[in-house]
């Protein structure tokens, strides 16, 4: 068993036990057609854990060149961990028996019109993780702590579709983290409580 | 980090061969003690491809990813290595194939690459063994790779071999970075 692993899923469970107010969510700004999507929050299993996160390529119909977990719309009859686990294969070739699924977090929707459900798990380090190119540039980890720290998330104000709407910087590396990515971050690391080392 | 397969090994000098070498970065297997042994349901056939549940894995990134977990133990056995899991697979001659080899010349001596099924470099050397085995007649080569794997010299790679150690000897041995390797079974 792997330590990484046990804590997480303990983080995890008592995490979700509870009612949290405010989290993030901006089903207020969708479409009435909601699709379901999953993406998967991938940790790697090292003594200073990493979240993969993927670039867009620059060309993409949506959410061109934005950094992003890798994920995508459910196919028919999938679940969410399923698409979850299948879009890592399809955009980085991460194989889904390599990956230790822990579970389905909080659901994010966006003011695109997407219904994101995000799956947390655990997968070895230094796997040799090849993008596919027709979906993502590129793809970079950054230290869970960095990550889950409230002090590198920045409220930012952006003009969205003519509305005012408050959104979330996370920067690192020359990376900018922001928009549902940063959202479903900033969620998560409510629900896990991962920065309280005694907890 | 977009991935670039290393170019052919004939266009690569061995200052461009140890850059490759080097940049590799793999999952730390060595440092991962799991406690739970299970079967993985794969089999790597000699020719190289992988098998899962009987079906061929096509994506040769996939098959990286796997290979990047390989370990064999001390009983003989591969296994992929994940932090949890050790998990069997079964490898019918060597869990990699040597697909294409090039000799090289520095001021310290010749080195031989070889390229991997997995496009992997491997250079002969100390800690990298040849090892030959079989019989006189037909001898098979292997080249140690890294955690107790081997790849085995196909046979185009290993009429290479043959003819280099030819014109660069009387051709049962080979030299690379200070070692030599006989090419024929002891």
Request: glycine letters at 8%; hydrophobic letters at 45%.
């Amino acid at each position: 068993m792997s330590a990484l692993f046990e804590r997480l899923t303990r983080l995890f469970d008592e995490g979700h036990g509870v009612e949290l107010a405010d989290l993030h969510s901006d089903f207020n700004l969708a479409p009435p057609e909601i699709r379901a999507a999953a993406v998967l929050i991938a940790v790697t299993d090292r003594p200073e854990p990493g979240v993969l996160l993927t670039h867009r390529t620059p060309d993409m119909r949506q959410h061109a060149g934005q950094v992003a977990f890798p994920g995508g719309k459910l196919d028919p009859g999938e679940d969410a961990i399923t698409a979850a686990l299948r879009e890592a294969d399809e955009e980085l070739a991460l194989p889904p028996a390599l990956v230790r699924v822990i579970g389905a977090s909080d659901r994010f929707v966006t003011g695109t019109g997407y219904d994101i459900t995000p799956v947390l798990g655990v997968v070895p380090p230094d796997l040799p993780l090849v993008p596919n190119p027709s979906e993502v540039a590129g793809w970079f980890e950054v230290p869970l702590d960095h990550l889950f720290d409230p002090a590198n998330h920045v409220g930012r104000t952006r003009e969205w579709r003519g509305r005012t709407r408050e959104t979330i910087d996370i920067e690192w590396g020359g990376h900018l983290i922001w928009g549902v990515t940063a959202a479903i971050i900033v969620n998560l690391s409510r629900r896990l409580a991962w920065r309280d080392r005694d907890g | 980090m977009p991935y670039d397969a290393p170019p052919s090994l004939a266009a690569l000098s061995l200052t461009e061969i140890a850059a490759a070498v080097e940049a590799r970065k793999l999952p730390p297997v060595a440092s991962w003690r799991p406690a739970e042994t299970v079967d993985s349901h794969m089999r790597i056939a000699a020719d190289g491809t992988w098998f899962h549940e009987g079906a061929p894995i096509r994506r040769p990134a996939m098959v990286r990813a796997f290979a990047s977990l390989l370990v064999r133990g001390e009983d003989g056995r591969h296994a992929l290595l994940t932090p949890e899991c050790r998990q069997l697979v079964e490898v019918e001659d060597a869990a990699f194939v040597a697909v294409d080899m090039v000799a090289r010349s520095d001021e310290t001596g010749p080195a031989l690459a070889f390229r991997l099924n997995t496009d992997e470099l491997v250079v002969a050397g100390p800690e990298h063994p040849l090892r030959a085995a079989g019989d006189p007649d037909t001898p098979a080569l292997y080249l140690a790779v890294r955690h107790g794997c081997e790849a085995r010299l196909d046979r185009s790679t290993w009429l290479q071999l043959a003819e280099y150690a030819l014109d660069h000897g009387a051709g049962s041995w080979v030299e690379s970075v200070g070692q030599r390797f006989a090419l024929t079974p002891a």
